[in-house]
T-cell receptor
Framework: AQRVTQPEKLLSVFKGAPVELKCNYS??????LFWYVQYSRQRLQLLLR??SRESIKGFTADLNKGETSFHLKKPFAQEEDSAMYYC??????????????FGKGTHLIIQP | DGGITQSPKYLFRKEGQNVTLSCEQN?????MYWYRQDPGQGLRLIYY???????QKGDIAEGYSVSREKKESFPLTVTSAQKNPTAFYLC????????????FGSGTRLTVV
């Protein structure tokens, strides 16, 4: 069965410090991974996906198949980055038509 | 203004009663999904539907039922068989051929007393 693990429930860093949110997965096929973010009082929204290798709001994530990881990183945290972050894995090989498997989430707090 | 509307925002029901949560989208998306969100548990897939009149069970379908009679609507019924129904329920939709392009609703918080 596929699984997504986010080991940290809460991560607190100071503004300007580097941020790394960890995500590990288990999946027998070729994984398709995403990071979703939920800011306070806002809807869950896509932050980035591994296949596009993009940088959104300064965040990047690299898929490491050897370590089965997809950690989210940002070199300099900003206060507006405070939010709940979810790592997610597609349940199929077609971009998530069959839904996503989510991790339990990491609450990121950026202290001034 | 296109989007997904979940109603109501808060819902209270007595134990043993069935309750139906509404999810409507005007995005012309083909697929719709229901997730349950519990504190410390993340989101778990309940049911999903890729086309009208067809739906599949997700990881935690027991005690829930759905219907997809119209493309725009995907109501979720929480039945009395669901052992722990108090939770936050999120609906999402996705356009066919648009990988990863989920749009999420604002959710319904169900409390069973």
């Amino acid at each position: 069965a596929q699984r997504v693990t986010q080991p940290e429930k809460l991560l607190s860093v100071f503004k300007g410090a580097p941020v790394e949110l960890k995500c590990n997965y288990s999946y027998s096929g070729s994984p398709e991974l995403f990071w979703y973010v939920q800011y306070s009082r806002q809807r869950l929204q896509l932050l980035l996906r591994h296949i596009s290798r993009e940088s959104i709001k300064g965040f990047t994530a690299d898929l490491n198949k050897g370590e089965t990881s997809f950690h989210l990183k940002k070199p300099f945290a900003q206060e507006e980055d405070s939010a709940m972050y979810y790592c997610a894995l597609s349940r199929d090989s077609g971009g998530g038509a069959d839904g996503l498997t989510f991790g339990k989430g990491t609450h990121l707090i950026i202290q001034p | 203004d296109g989007g997904i509307t979940q109603s109501p925002k808060y819902l209270f029901r007595k134990e043993g009663q069935n309750v139906t949560l509404s999810c409507e989208q005007n995005l012309n998306h083909d697929a719709m999904y229901w997730y349950r969100q519990d504190p410390g548990q993340g989101l778990r897939l309940i049911y999903y539907s890729q086309i009208v009149n067809d739906f599949q069970k997700g990881d935690i379908a027991e005690g829930y039922s759905v219907s997809r009679e119209k493309k725009e609507s995907f109501p979720l019924t929480v039945t009395s068989a669901q052992k722990n129904p108090t939770a936050f329920y999120l609906c999402a939709s996705r356009r066919r051929g648009a990988p990863y392009g989920y749009t999420f609703g604002s959710g319904t918080r169900l409390t069973v007393v």
